[in-house]
């Protein structure tokens, strides 16, 4: 496959990431867009849960498609895309020229309502997205929707409690409610100090703009609020970590050292299969 990806991709990858100033931050943009290998653990472990091959597969926020091309070739019967940042969407369409997969599926889409029929994809991939969405609940919800019964959603997100906002790399910001959280990066970004900020960091403080995060419990909590509504069923809770610890209520859990020790965590959600008539 010595076309493939295309040079148009190639090109369009180098002028997504002109503008930014910073060569590292540049760089660090050329290699998540051009390089889908991280995306082999992530395949792996959702095949942990449901199978890939044959599987129509949604990747929630494909970002240029690096885990769309994964899915594709670990034998999806449909690999899918959605991302609502158009650029980002255009880079994943180019990705594809000269695949030779017939598979493959890339849309746009406003965040909210997926453009997909009812019960229509086995497995949906939501990798560090949830927070980002506009509405936590209605996402997950219109996620259950499309899901086909015995299909699952496997979920990953930054854990709330982990000390280092992912996104920033910055302490402890994530703790502050995001009333407030907004309401001084607002502030910051207003004063004519913020002229000063380097590019990288007035980035980093737009990310945290109407950031909504939910922890552990917050999450559990939403999805079971849709069980009933979806026919649903937690199979999996854990933190990223090498033992998978386990996820488990704490009364504390801002001050556990436990919770505050792994960086992200994992929901594996299944739709219940349809019950056999009985005979």
């Known amino acids: 496959m010595t076309d493939f990806p295309s040079a148009d991709f190639k090109n369009a ?10 060569p590292v931050d540049r760089e660090r943009i050329r290699d998540v867009n051009t390089d889908p290998s991280r995306f082999y653990y992530w395949a792996d472990e959702i ?8 599987s129509a597969v949604l990747s929630s926020g494909c970002s240029s498609g690096g885990c769309v091309q994964v899915f594709s070739e670990r034998g999806a019967s ?5 991302e609502v940042d158009p650029a980002l969407c255009e880079l ?6 000269g695949w030779p997969g017939k598979n ?39 996620i259950f929707r499309v ?32 009333c407030i959280r907004d309401g001084l990066i607002a502030a ?5 100090i913020s002229n000063t900020l380097s590019e990288g960091v007035r980035h980093r403080l737009n990310v945290l703009l109407d950031y909504h995060f939910p922890s552990p419990a917050q999450l559990i909590k939403m999805v079971e609020s849709l069980s009933a509504e979806y026919k649903i069923e937690i199979e999996d809770a854990l933190y990223h970590s090498p033992e998978k610890r386990r996820y488990r209520p704490h009364p504390m859990p801002y001050l556990s050292c436990r919770t505050r020790r792994y960086p992200s965590f994992r929901i594996v959600v299944r739709k219940l299969p349809n019950p056999v008539p009985a005979l």
Request: proline share 6%; glycine share 4%.
């Open 13 to 22: 990858v180098e002028k997504y990431a002109a503008p930014v100033t910073d």
């Open 47 to 54: 095949e942990q849960y449901h199978s890939l091959s044959g």
């Open 78 to 82: 449909k690999a899918i895309g959605v």
């Open 92 to 97: 994943s369409k180019l990705r594809f020229q």
């Open 104 to 142: 493959v599926q890339i849309d746009l889409y406003d965040g909210l309502t997926l453009p997909y029929e009812d019960q229509s994809v086995d497995v949906v991939s939501s990798l560090h997205v949830l927070e980002h969405t506009k509405d936590n609940r209605r996402y997950l919800s219109d």
């Open 147 to 178: 899901l086909k019964p015995g299909g699952i959603l496997f979920l990953d997100l930054p854990n709330r409690y982990y000390k280092m906002e992912q996104h920033t790399m910055y302490n402890y910001v994530h703790y502050v409610p995001k």
């Open 188 to 192: 910051i970004l207003k004063l004519p």
